[in-house]
């Protein structure tokens, strides 16, 4: 029994400290905030714009955000397009999500650049290329 609680303990705190750890992405004012502080401007990605981007606080673009259009497959796919690194991935995601990416596999420096080597970490971990996929029917 005693070991029961151990075990029961060292999860409650596992997933506690792991609740904590996990940063808030807010949007605002077409400012991404994580745990509210200014982390990167954004562009309105609403139903009817074909395209958006993210730029830095300072307003310089590193990101332009394409819609993929592709009525057979549900949901928003985007193409992203890390400026100046000729680096694109293809996600079915929203602005929150890509905010969320960029934060915590530390793409953007503090004075608002894009870390190529961080960029290529996500481009391997994150590629889909749902334009390039048949429709299976």
């Known amino acids: 029994m005693k070991q029961i609680k151990i075990i029961l303990l060292f999860c409650v705190t596992v997933l506690s400290s792991q609740y904590l750890s996990a940063q808030k992405i807010r949007i605002k004012d077409n400012i991404a905030y994580v745990d509210d502080k200014p982390y990167l ?23 332009s955000i394409d819609k993929l259009p592709n009525q057979a497959k549900p949901g928003t796919y985007l193409q992203i397009v890390f400026k100046g690194l000729n680096t ?11 905010v969320k990416i960029l934060y915590t596999n530390n793409a953007v420096d503090k004075e608002g650049n894009l870390i190529a080597e961080n960029v290529k970490l996500i481009a391997a971990k994150y590629t889909r290329a749902y334009s390039l996929e048949e429709d299976e029917d």
Request: net charge negative.
């Open 41 to 63: 401007k954004v562009s309105d990605c609403g139903m009817y714009k074909e395209d958006c981007s993210i730029s830095n606080l300072d307003g310089k673009l590193i990101i």
């Open 88 to 98: 694109t991935i293809e996600l079915n995601t929203n602005m929150s999500r890509i």
